[in-house]
């Protein structure tokens, strides 16, 4: 599928986005280790979550789907998944292998997690060592790439993992490991990450502490079933909170945001380029704080970006690097390496859309320079990877020539119907079948 975009027009309306990603994968896994029978509202029903859903019916856990954004997960308990038949495929979803790999190194059986061309092509070393270390025995694909065969009946033991990098799934893989750890499993980040694993943990019944940056649990316990309603994701909001800021006259609002501190790197960044953003209505919804978020068209400025705020805006880049290209004056991201593993190496596959569309940028090894000013058509390439080719596509808005993303299929990972709400809301959009 390539996406065609007209130049110009408004963001106006109101709307609500998918559920939030890393809290729908997390409430398939931790609902099928759950005693009882989870009911969970929201969930996001792209493919990747959708990847995690069928490899837990893979393992015998019975899952029902009676409705849009509702889920029946009945919980097996912790001792309760039976062997696959087959090696489960987690499609493009880097949280569902990481994760999962974690929960599997403590399982009985053996078992092998795959995935596309793209997540096959992904770090996965960064978990395998920390799982290693507590005794797990995993094999993987040269440099420590998938497919990964885990073998079962090791009996784990609690570590101390400090994390080489700030990464919630490695974090949440050792903290699921030790769900079946002899003693005390903790970890330390270099900086915060996302929360949902210790949250939804908590809300499961499981003591997890956190205290001065270290995150620890006791084995051996157990998780009792919790209905989740899973607030709309952040991540994908981003696209119409850039839209609306980038396009004048625009005014939209968006409900039920999952605001979760951990993940408002975007507000905080948008907000110092000078961004009109406002939340109403905060409440909380399981443990997850959410809010509708008022955006209207502002002009931005460039700035040099907080690096404490990387990791709360981590998926939010390649968005966040077109409000730059639309900004006066000049922009600087750096400490953000872990971009260059992502879906796609996402330094790289911005600067080359960025390129084509005209913006002048400079590439740096961790981050990149952004000099904001006018932006021309062109086709882009999006490497398979969803969050490029929304990104370009909200970059119309402020194009002076027609748009063309190729390869745009992997936009329902995160964001299924993604171009018909987009339209909804103002963006000339059309979505070519090839
Ligand atoms: C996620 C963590 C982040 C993020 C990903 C979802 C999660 O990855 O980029 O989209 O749900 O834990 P890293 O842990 O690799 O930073």
């Not at 951990?262 to 919804?285: F, H, K, P």
């Not at 990877?385 to 748009?403: K, N, V, W």
């Not at 299929?409 to 909804?424: I, K, W």
């Amino acid at each position: 599928m390539e996406f065609k975009l007209t130049p110009g027009g408004t963001i106006c309306g109101e709307a609500r986005v998918p559920g939030d990603k890393s809290i729908s994968h997390r409430s398939i896994m931790l609902g099928a280790l759950a005693e009882g029978v989870t009911r969970v509202s929201g969930f996001l029903e792209g493919d990747d979550a959708l990847a995690t859903l069928s490899a837990f019916r893979a393992m015998g856990v019975e899952i029902e789907r009676p409705g849009e954004g509702s889920v029946i997960v009945n919980g097996v308990g912790l001792h309760g998944l039976e062997a696959p038949a087959h090696p489960l495929d987690l499609g493009n979803a880097g949280t569902g292998m990481r994760l999962m790999c974690g929960l599997l190194a403590g399982q009985p059986f053996d078992s092998e997690l795959t995935g596309d061309a793209s997540l096959c092509s992904r770090p996965m070393g960064r978990v395998i060592d920390p799982l290693q270390l507590m005794g797990a025995e995993i094999t993987s694909s040269e440099g420590g790439r998938p497919p990964l065969r885990i073998t079962g009946g090791r009996q784990l033991r609690g570590i101390h993992y400090d994390l080489p990098m700030a990464s919630a799934q490695v974090k949440s893989c050792v903290l699921l490991a030790g769900l079946y750890g002899n003693g005390r499993t903790s970890v330390t980040e270099p900086a915060p990450t996302r929360d949902h694993t210790e949250r939804m943990l908590r809300g499961f019944g499981y003591q997890v502490s956190s205290d001065n940056g270290v995150i620890s649990l006791e084995g051996g316990g157990s998780l009792r079933a919790a209905d989740i309603d899973v607030p709309a994701d952040i991540s994908s909001a981003t696209f119409f909170l850039v839209a609306a800021s980038i396009a004048q006259g625009s005014d939209l609002v968006l409900t039920h945001v999952g605001i979760n501190p951990t993940r408002i790197g975007v507000l905080n960044i948008l907000g110092l380029m000078g961004a009109d953003i406002s939340l109403n209505n905060e409440r909380e919804v399981g443990g997850e704080p959410v809010a509708d978020i008022h955006v209207r068209y502002a002009p931005l400025k460039g700035i040099e970006i907080p690096e404490d705020q990387v990791p709360l805006a981590i998926d939010e880049f390649p968005a966040l690097f077109i409000a730059a290209a639309c900004a006066e004056g000049r922009t600087v991201l750096r400490g953000a390496k872990e971009l260059r593993v992502k879906e796609s190496d996402r330094i790289a596959a911005m600067a080359e859309g960025l390129t084509t569309l005209g913006v002048e940028n400079e590439v740096l090894d961790d981050g990149i320079i952004i000099e904001g000013g006018r932006l021309g058509g062109g086709v882009i390439n999006t490497f398979h990877d969803h969050r490029i080719a929304m990104s370009f596509a909200i970059a119309a808005l402020r194009a002076e020539g027609e748009i063309r993303i190729l390869d745009c299929d992997h936009v329902a990972t995160s964001f299924p119907g993604f171009d018909a709400l987009a339209r909804g809301l103002g963006l000339q959009i059309s979505a070519l079948v090839d």
